[in-house]
């Protein structure tokens, strides 16, 4: 299995303020690399896709970087509807997921 | 596309959960495959397995031994079997799409809201 991490675990914000997740490879995945995000009762929904492609219809605030075994997710502004929480997945073998990053109201 | 899970909320140790994910909105005849995750309390997201339309099916080794996942065309649909469960597999079960990118890899682009199982006698 390929392990993923992420940091920090929790992630206290104000709209407006820049935030960025870190997350982390056991082992180099190249770019193969997926950020979705999370809320409680309703359908995750898909931001990234190999590392740093914008899913369709994902506002532009949100952006991805990295390859081999360390990327970021960052939300330059945050907005009231991004208090959510964050999940990297990696695809470079059999899908694995990191165990999330919250996002929430300072 | 939309994607609605259904199945039993309760399922007794030892037999088999199974569950259904209705698509609308897109066909399950695309080149999409389509799949299962899961997440249990407290837990990370899981992997189960997908399927392509025409019957061939990746999953996690780890269930392996122990999922089914099965489609049909007719009705849109596609299915989980997962046997001889065990209070561990207590989750929210999701259906989703995956991209048709070398899978087993890729990424899931359409998610079911997720239907919660539990394990219990």
């Known amino acids: 299995d390929i392990q993923m991490t992420q940091s920090p675990s929790t992630l206290s914000g104000s709209p407006g303020d820049r935030v960025t997740i870190t997350c982390r490879a056991s082992q180099t995945i190249s770019s193969w690399l997926a950020w979705y995000q999370v809320k409680p009762g309703k359908a995750p929904r898909l931001l990234i896709y190999k590392a740093s492609d914008l899913e369709s219809g994902v506002p532009s605030r949100f952006s991805g970087s990295g390859s081999g075994t360390e990327f970021t997710l960052t939300i330059s502004s945050l907005q009231p509807d991004d208090f959510a929480t964050y999940y990297c997945q990696q695809y470079n073998s059999y899908p694995t997921f990191g165990p999330g990053t919250k996002v929430e109201i300072k | 596309p939309q994607l609605q899970e259904s199945g039993p909320g309760l399922v007794k140790p030892s037999e088999t959960l199974a569950l259904t994910c209705t698509v609308s909105?897109?066909?399950?005849?695309?080149?999409?495959?389509w799949g299962w995750i899961r997440q249990a309390p407290g837990k990370g997201l899981e992997w189960i397995g997908s399927?392509?339309?025409?019957?061939?099916?990746y999953y996690n080794p780890s269930l392996q031994s122990r999922a089914a996942i099965s489609a049909d065309p007719s009705k849109n649909q596609f299915s989980l079997r997962l046997s001889s469960v065990t209070a561990a597999d207590t989750a929210v079960y999701s259906c989703?799409?995956?991209?048709?990118?070398?899978?087993?890899?890729?990424?899931?682009?359409?998610w079911g809201q997720g239907n919660l199982v539990s394990v219990s006698s």
């Open positions: 399927i392509y339309y025409r019957g061939t099916t």
């Open positions: 989703v799409r995956h991209s048709p990118f070398q899978v087993p890899r890729g990424w899931f682009d359409s």
């Open positions: 909105g897109g066909s399950i005849t695309s080149a999409y495959y």
